[in-house]
């Protein structure tokens, strides 16, 4: 029925029912679900739904749980009555997996939801289930608690990925049955790899043009026309797990041996701007990255907050915010576009705040061979995930970024690590000890 019938038809059906029998009909979701939504048979342990933005896997996620918490199985399993929501932040579980538009809070009759416990990170069933929340950036909170199953979303994207799922391996481990799902837009780092080739995981592929007819009209048109048949596009909306580039100037795997999950104490801060050409709805974005520079003479890559398409006056004002939210020494500013208009819209968001200018006389790939040379030194290293950034390092070869799309996060990054580790030849200074 659901498939074949037209646009408009369903709507008009189910508006035509009894209040409960309305509500039955659309909370029975193997009658709605793509086959790729629902849980594969077999004796699986980990089910990894691999998706598209917008491809429908949070309500895929949120069901199979909401399902586990209730007993309403097509098998008849009994309930489960422990489980863990991992996010990869506290307020990512609660705004995605809980809140949010497909999560716990929306799905299934209303009788049978859950109640919301924001204070104690817990969701509660009428039968007694629970499930806690956890973040991504904690693992040692998975330290004790105990589980039956677990829903862990965007995994690709955990700032301590492997020190997590490790301990969420030890707590799953009540009931006759212990199992999981991951639902994620993949990258290609070394856990989800891992997991993927586990002889216990079940995965599961869909992609965004799958779940049209729950998108906004217009933004696959708006999307596809821009990311169809480029990389980003093969992973932002296929789905698929896009390896490294053999001619791109870095590589994932030498990032992720980089990251750590927080800095030291540093001696310098700068927050870096690579502003845009143009301003308006067709500009680029504007690169905006902040790193500092440690007593070992490692430079730490704090935050990127590049702003898209934004007038002169936001991305300024977002610049100038991080530098006073970390306490930065000095703003840097590539001034071959803007010139002057650069220290000036940054004054008039702050007087006080010191502008360094400087100006590319190279090529954006000659500019950044340097630094990605300081990267396979093990001297630059990220403080958390900053997945769009590393993405675009991960895809910049010598003509530019794979997508053909302008490299102005790698911008921000290179001027950012040249004023605190590189000399004005472009070289790196020896390596400072002490003791």
């Known amino acids: 029925m659901v498939a074949c019938a037209r646009r408009g038809q369903l709507a008009a059906f189910v508006a035509s029912l009894p209040a409960d029998l309305a509500e039955a009909l659309l909370a029975d979701w193997p009658l709605w679900a793509r086959v790729q939504q629902l849980a594969p048979r077999g004796r699986w342990v980990t089910w990894v739904m691999l998706g598209g933005r917008g491809a429908g896997k949070t309500r895929a996620g949120a069901e199979w749980v909401h399902t586990l918490a209730t007993g309403h199985g097509a098998g008849g399993e009994a309930a489960v009555g422990r489980i863990a ?6 307020a990512d579980a609660r705004e995605v997996m809980v809140e949010g538009v497909s999560g716990l809070l929306s799905v299934g009759r209303r009788c049978d939801r859950p109640n919301f416990q924001p204070s104690r990170r817990r969701l509660e069933w009428p039968n007694g289930a629970v499930a806690q929340l956890f973040s991504a950036a904690d693992p040692e909170s998975l330290r004790g608690p105990q589980f039956g199953a677990a829903w862990s979303d965007e995994l690709a994207k955990w700032p301590d990925g492997q020190a997590v799922w490790d301990m969420l391996q030890f707590g799953l481990r009540l009931g006759t049955r212990p199992r999981q799902v991951v639902t994620t837009t993949p ?9 993927i080739a586990a002889s216990s995981t079940i995965v599961t592929r869909m992609s965004t043009h799958e779940n049209a007819a729950n998108l906004a009209p217009g933004f696959l048109d708006m999307v596809v026309d821009k990311y169809q048949g480029t990389r980003l596009g093969r992973q932002e909306l296929n789905g698929d797990i896009v390896e490294d580039r053999d001619d791109a100037l870095w590589e994932r795997g030498r990032i992720e041996l980089s ?11 700068v927050v870096a701007v690579d502003p845009p050409a143009t301003s308006g709805a067709k500009s680029a974005a504007c690169g905006i990255v902040a790193a500092g520079l440690g007593a070992d003479g490692t430079a730490y890559v704090l935050a990127d907050r590049t702003l898209a398409r934004a007038s002169p006056e936001a991305w300024a ?22 010139g002057e208009m650069v220290a000036t819209v940054v004054r008039e968001q ?27 030194q093990g001297r630059v290293k990220h403080v958390g995930v900053m997945p769009e950034l590393e993405d675009q390092m991960c895809n910049f070869v010598p003509g530019g970024t794979s997508e053909g799309v302008s490299p102005d996060r790698i911008d921000a990054l290179v ?11 472009g070289q790196a200074p020896r390596v400072r000890r002490f003791g």
Do not use: C, F
């Open 85 to 90: 929501l991992v996010g990869e932040t506290l």
């Open 187 to 195: 990258r290609p780092v070394p856990l989800l790899k891992n997991l």
């Open 259 to 269: 990251r750590v999950a927080e800095a030291p104490a540093l001696e310098r801060i």
């Open 317 to 338: 004002s977002r610049a100038v915010s991080l530098y006073h939210t970390l306490e930065a020494d000095a703003l840097i500013a590539e001034v071959n576009q803007g």
């Open 350 to 376: 702050d007087a006080g705040v010191p502008v360094t200018a400087v100006r590319a006389s190279r090529g954006k790939w000659t500019r950044a061979e340097p630094v990605a040379l300081l990267y396979a």
């Open 415 to 425: 001027w950012a690590i040249a004023s605190l580790m590189l000399d004005r030849s």
